[in-house]
């Protein structure tokens, strides 16, 4: 079957994206991918940020840096060995093999720093859409093509992107390519603010991608141009007693009501079914600030419950249990 | 009884000149063999082919040291499936297990850092909280010595140890027979007094 008219997989693709950085993108996407493979789901990692945290969250740093070093060689197995033909325009798609990590069923197709010059191409393949040029397609739709493929050969039932801090063209492909998002929101004033851009840009990126889609030739591999909101997570905040400290608890509602205004209304403006639940239901989670479990998680390249004493680990196994069966039941993803 | 045996159970295409296919046609037919009938069918087949059998005590001392992993999954035994089966318990432990992988799977008897990290991601395993450290202290409990141009080996008694894994007593009496066994602080300074009283004693008569 040409590459062009491969039909899109039945896994779920899934980014938390948020464009200010450090509220958490990827522990959440780490944690909560290793969660769904936890309850049994076959679960791919892309790392599709050119910073490739996420990567070297469950990967030795030196074996990263090796991977980065062969990523152009025949033996490379990064995001950008796979789209690099495309970006170069020599060829299609070089399917890579994802790394099967140490978490029982999720599997990981690390970034890579030279995506960055994929990016730099996606802003011609943008323009190329509208123009109605196959490569233009092919271009914007490289790591989409990149992740049906390899849901397809690894029977994937979630994809999760790992996208940078920005609104750029590599994270518009990847949202456009996204059956859901979900947003992350820590508890202070910054994040409040950047909401009222997301849900702009979102907006935007949504209605262009339609027009590039009526534009689009019969039987060309398309991104899906549809990103359904699951929810926010809101997270970063200290408790006491059990609850949000009072700091922190102060921005929960601005949080929640900046969601509805400025993402959910929006995002209804152009099509109900973008937003498809009440105001009051998007909340997926709320999210603790895990102290020192986090950075050791980190160290250790595994997920925040498995560091800790066993209350620490339950705690902790909990949350984000709930999370992922949510995440499972507003994706319909059993 | 082998030709009925043959005749009932799979058939053998008179094109079966491939070694793994006949291998495993046997090994079909002689699954479906009583397990006390098994020993006799093999020394038939043995006989009739004129073919030496091997006993356990006939195994050659350049693949003795293989015992305990199965021969028919020794080519193709992933460094997973390895770990699995060695189930390395410290950072430490588990360097010890890759580094013997390379060496005996991968013909790599000289290894650096990179490589064992390199191979413990292929294995699917946590990644080493510090690869290097992790990598000193094998070296520091004697699973590895040093080798030239920085690089690191396996030592003997690593190679005892890993194979004497899942067996953590075996393993464990293993690493205690390597260490070298040292005069005690205190033995040596009472040796050496008694031997100074004697020498006082000696010069006195």
């Not at chain 1, 970034?111 to 859409?129: N, P, R």
């Not at chain 1, 063209?169 to 603010?193: K, T, W």
């Not at chain 2, 920085?150 to 005892?160: D, F, H, P, T, V």
């Amino acid at each position: 079957m040409p590459p062009n008219s491969m039909k899109r997989h039945k896994s779920k693709r899934i980014a938390i994206f948020n464009h200010k950085g450090g509220v958490g993108k990827t522990t959440l996407t780490i944690n909560i991918a290793a969660a769904l493979a936890r309850l049994g789901k076959r679960v791919l990692l892309l790392d599709s940020d050119p910073q490739c945290n996420l990567t070297s969250y469950l990967v030795d740093p030196d074996v990263v840096d090796d991977m980065l070093d062969s990523s152009e060689t025949p033996k490379g197995r990064t995001v950008w060995t796979a789209v690099r033909p495309v970006a170069e325009g020599t060829a299609d798609v070089k399917v890579v093999e994802p790394i099967e990590t140490s978490i029982s069923r999720l599997f990981l197709i690390p970034g890579d720093i030279a995506l960055s010059k994929y990016e730099q191409d996606l802003h011609t393949s943008w323009g190329e859409c509208f123009q109605r040029r196959v490569r233009g397609f092919r271009g914007v739709s490289a790591l989409s093509f990149l992740a049906n493929s390899v849901s397809a050969a690894y029977e994937i039932d979630f994809v999760f992107y790992d996208s940078g801090p920005n609104i750029g063209p590599l994270n518009r492909s990847i949202l456009l390519d996204c059956d859901f998002f979900a947003v992350p929101a820590s508890c202070d004033g910054f994040s409040v603010q950047a909401l009222k851009t997301l849900g702009r840009t979102l907006y935007e990126w949504v209605r262009d991608w339609s027009t590039v889609m009526n534009l689009a030739p019969d039987d060309i591999y398309l991104l899906r141009g549809r990103p359904t909101f699951v929810g926010h997570i809101i997270q970063r905040f200290r408790e006491y007693a059990e609850q949000p400290a009072t700091s922190y608890r102060a921005f929960i509602p601005r949080i929640e009501r900046g969601i509805t205004s400025d993402v959910v209304n929006v995002l209804r403006e152009l099509d109900k079914s973008l937003a498809p639940l009440s105001s009051t239901q998007y909340k997926l989670g709320q999210i603790k600030d895990f102290g020192r479990l986090a950075p050791q998680a980190q160290l250790q390249g595994v997920p925040i419950w498995k560091v800790g004493n066993a209350n620490e680990s339950d705690n902790a196994w909990e949350v984000f249990k709930a999370l992922a069966e949510k995440i499972i039941e507003r994706t319909n993803g059993n | 009884m082998t030709q009925t045996v043959l005749e009932s159970s799979v058939p053998i295409s008179s094109d079966a000149v491939d070694a793994t296919i006949a291998l495993k046609q046997m090994l079909d037919i002689m699954s479906n063999v009583a397990p006390e009938n098994r020993q006799r069918l093999i020394q038939s087949l043995a006989t009739f082919f004129d073919v030496a059998q091997i006993g356990p005590g006939d195994v050659p001392s350049a693949t003795r040291k293989r015992e305990g992993i199965p021969f028919s999954e020794e080519k193709i035994l992933s460094p997973k499936e390895f770990l699995f089966q060695k189930k390395p318990q410290s950072d430490v432990e588990r360097v010890a297990a890759l580094g013997y992988y390379l060496t005996h799977y991968r013909d790599t008897p000289y290894f650096k850092t990179l490589d064992i990290s390199k191979l413990n991601t292929e294995a699917a395993q946590a990644k080493f909280s510090n690869a290097a450290y992790a990598v000193d202290n094998a070296t520091k409990y004697g699973y590895l010595v040093p080798a030239s141009k920085g690089n690191k080996q396996i030592s003997a008694s690593g190679e005892l140890f890993v194979q004497a894994l899942p067996d953590r007593d075996a393993a464990k009496q293993v690493m205690q027979d390597a260490r070298p066994r040292r005069k005690s602080k205190k033995g040596n300074q009472s040796r050496e007094k008694s031997a100074n009283n004697a020498t006082e004693l000696n010069e006195e008569t």
